[in-house]
């Protein structure tokens, strides 16, 4: 079974400043996706990054980039140049090639002080 | 529609009546998840359509919890005898189709709680 671990259940940042996010998962496949969702307090999640497995380089969206270390199972997220509108939940996810489920971690929440 | 629509947005119920929570994905997705989110857990996987199918119910913890999924599009998930553990908020998604790297769609859930 694939397990998704985030162990900062909370964290905070002054505005402007960089802040990053841990993840580890642990799967026997090899292939995979990565996801990283914000949850607002609307509860909407939506989606901020994805990496591929298989793929070497770290996805980046703009302020948002990510640290992907295959061999040590870990995913984490960076955020730039922190916004007031960057508070919110961050759940990391795994999503093997079979199977049908998306594995969450239990959370990030993220605080950005103004 | 424009995204994923839930209703109701909170429903407060009694110990041991049934409820309805309802998902609205959107038009054109075949792949439809539903996940529950306790305080202070993860996302727990209940069920997952493709289409009107369900490949795979192994999330839904009793036999109190089903769903179902008609023409392609809206899914109605039902609690009966409710207990004060399932109060939660249940999470709606939809993807364009199962691939491994879709992006999920999640609607704004249901808050549900069990008096």
């Known amino acids: 079974a694939q397990t998704v671990t985030q162990s900062q259940p909370e964290m905070s940042v002054q505005e402007a400043e960089t802040v990053t996010l841990s993840c580890t998962y642990d799967?026997?496949?090899?292939?995979?996706?990565l996801f990283w969702y914000k949850q607002p307090p609307s509860r909407q999640m939506i989606l901020v990054i994805r990496?591929?497995?298989?793929?070497?380089q770290n996805a980046t969206e703009n302020r948002f980039s990510v640290n992907f270390q295959k061999a040590a199972k870990s995913f984490s997220l960076k955020i730039s140049d922190s916004q007031l509108g960057d508070t919110a939940m961050y759940f990391c996810?795994?999503?093997?090639?079979?199977?049908?489920?998306?594995?969450f971690g239990t959370g990030t929440s993220l605080t950005v002080i103004p | 529609g424009a995204g994923v629509s839930q209703s109701p947005s909170n429903k407060v119920t009694e110990k041991g009546k049934d409820v309805e929570l309802r998902c609205d994905p959107i038009?054109?997705?075949?792949?439809l998840y539903w996940y529950r989110q306790s305080l202070g857990q993860g996302l727990e996987f209940l069920i997952y359509?493709?289409?009107?199918?369900?490949?795979?119910k192994s999330g839904l913890p009793s036999d109190r919890f089903s769903a179902e999924r008609t023409g392609g599009s809206v899914s109605t998930l039902t609690i009966q005898r409710t207990q004060q553990e399932d109060s939660a908020v249940y999470l709606c998604?939809?993807?364009?189709?199962?691939?491994?790297?879709?992006?999920?769609?999640f609607g704004s859930g249901t808050q549900l709680s069990v008096l």
């Open positions: 990496q591929e497995a298989y793929k070497q």
């Open positions: 038009s054109g997705h075949t792949a």
């Open positions: 998604a939809s993807s364009q189709d199962r691939r491994a790297n879709e992006k999920l769609f």
């Open positions: 996810a795994f999503k093997g090639y079979t199977g049908n489920q998306f594995y």
């Open positions: 799967t026997s496949e090899s292939n995979y996706y």
């Open positions: 359509f493709q289409g009107n199918s369900a490949p795979d």
